[in-house]
């Protein structure tokens, strides 16, 4: 009797685990699918972008008061002398820990800044996947860090640890988004919706780190960030495979950085994404001591002085992508219109006399940006496609120098600037410059009219895209039809302005290679 329960108990064991395992199997073919892996990749970046802004933003109100507090625990510590000699010392130290807290925000951006063109040029090589692992496991580990800091010299190791995490892991996301959808309106689309995940954790940090800070410690905000990074790593791990068989020998080689930011296009691109993004990030560190001292803000409106931008952001994006769709050829357009109303929040921010009216040009400028980045990003990646080679890592390294130049300067320059010219002056001085580059972005006009056609790309492409590698088969087949190597910078282009017809591909009927 107590055999045959044995066995029914074993033969029960065997068909779950056989159950089990033909799941696991249709779990892993699913996975394999292109289109699901496509939207998985499009997953795993974007939560490794919401936890980069996150963790950005999420030490904004926690580490000022958790080292206020370490150093006041000091003086009280070492409190001697007269009253005279203590006051002039505590107004030195206030001075010196603006400045240290200003240096430990920008430390991250600066680190990124110095690091990004060697990590666009190592993803070039590499390829995605296994830069984007790197960057989540040091973003793991420098949150990991930020949770057991007790003094600022640890702050400061896992602030910058975290600037070397992003430039592997921004970089290496935006880029393999650019190379897995190869279409202009899905790749817009889905630019836009990485766009969204930056915004919501660029803004939303703030009351997150600042609830838990309060209630249940400095600690935990950082383990919650640490596992969601961590099960984002093991998603990559899993799905991407970064060390599994590589085919580097059939990667292009990608076009060098330095060639890339000669490039008038790219350098038009990149000089709007820093413009664009100067009054954020000038106006995070400043703004909240303008508001005690202009409107006696209460401490929950400078808490939430940022969280109402998010939704103008998030419409922002879905009316470029929408528009970019429907008018390609205006992508120029709509960022400079993004430029100009960024600049004219700017403006409007100084008169602001009561955080209900603040909340306006605030979102005008959240909105802006959203036109401008949704707009110009996508763009980089055509630009590339149609004047170099299409492998994006390091075009989107130079978009991260872009954005690292502004958080880099604003921590740092800003409050100089409000200390010896004025608020006014500072905010005058973003609207001005952003409005007076708006009319640069005419220069990609030329850009928007020599994308390559989807009849094009089907022609050349005998089986379905597959990001990467397009441009192998894509040089191979021009070098065939045409007689030149299409990684150089002559296209072919027809009276229009356009590529490829779809029924312009034998030699007698295409027209001659025009440089651009």
Not at 223 to 234: K, M
Not at 262 to 274: C, E, M, N, R
Not at 426 to 435: E, P, S, T
């Amino acid at each position: 009797m107590a055999t045959e329960e044995a066995g029914g108990l074993a033969q029960t064991a065997a068909v779950k685990l056989s159950e089990m395992g033909e799941r696991t199997k249709q779990l892993g073919t699913a996975i394999q699918d292109p289109e699901r892996q496509r939207r998985i990749i499009l997953v795993i970046v974007c939560v490794a972008l919401l936890l980069d802004n996150m963790l950005y933003m999420v030490i904004v109100p926690i580490v000022p008061d958790y080292l206020a507090r370490l150093e006041s625990e000091s003086e009280h510590a070492h409190a001697t002398g007269n009253s005279s000699s203590n006051r002039t010392q505590n107004q030195a130290q206030n001075e010196n820990f603006d400045l240290q807290i200003g240096v430990l925000f920008a430390s991250k951006a600066i680190l990124q800044l110095l690091v990004n063109p060697l990590t666009g040029t190592f993803i070039d090589r590499v390829g995605y996947d296994i830069p984007l692992l790197i960057g989540l496991s040091i973003m793991f580990v420098s949150t990991c860090i930020f949770s057991l800091a007790e003094n600022y010299a640890t702050l400061f190791v896992a602030r910058s640890l975290q600037g070397l995490g992003s430039a592997f892991a921004d970089t290496a996301g935006i880029a393999m988004i650019a190379d897995k959808f190869t279409e202009e309106a899905e790749r817009s689309r889905a630019l836009g919706i990485a766009l969204a995940f930056i915004s919501f954790g660029s803004l939303a940090a703030p009351p997150f780190g600042g609830v838990l800070y309060e209630f249940v410690g400095k600690r935990f905000p950082f383990i919650v960030l640490a596992c969601v990074c961590l099960a984002d790593g093991i998603l990559c791990l899993t799905v991407l495979k970064p060390f599994s068989s590589r085919t580097g020998e059939n990667r292009p080689v990608g076009t060098p950085i330095y060639k890339l930011m000669i490039d008038p296009y790219i350098a038009v691109v990149a000089g709007a994404l820093t413009t664009c993004n100067i009054p954020l990030a000038f106006l995070e560190p400043t703004i909240a001591n303008w508001m005690e001292e202009t409107m006696d803000a209460s401490q929950w409106q400078i808490g939430l002085t940022w969280l109402p931008a998010f939704f103008p952001h998030i419409l922002g994006v879905y009316l470029t992508v929408k528009l970019a769709a429907q008018y390609p050829h205006l992508q120029w357009f709509y960022g400079a219109l993004g430029m100009v109303i960024i600049g004219a929040s700017s403006c409007i921010v100084p008169a602001c006399k009561t955080f209900e009216q603040l909340i306006f040009p605030l979102c005008g400028i959240c909105f802006g940006i959203a036109l401008v980045d949704t707009a110009l990003l996508p763009t980089l990646a055509f630009v590339v496609d149609v004047r170099h080679v299409s492998v994006y890592g390091s075009v989107y390294a130079i978009a991260d120098i872009s954005y690292c130049v502004a958080y880099a300067l604003g921590p740092i320059v800003a409050g100089k600037i409000v200390h010896d010219l004025g608020f006014v002056q500072l905010n005058l001085g973003m609207g001005l410059a952003n409005v007076l580059y708006a009319p640069a972005l005419l220069l990609l006009r030329n850009v928007c009219l020599m994308k390559p056609s989807h009849s094009e790309r089907n022609m050349l492409l005998e089986e379905g895209a597959t990001g990467l590698y397009d441009t192998i088969r894509m040089e191979e087949r021009q070098r065939k039809k045409h007689g030149y190597s299409s990684s150089g910078n002559c296209v072919p282009i027809d009276e229009n302005g356009t590529f490829g017809q779809s029924r312009a591909y034998s030699k007698e009927e295409t027209s001659e290679p025009e440089c651009i």
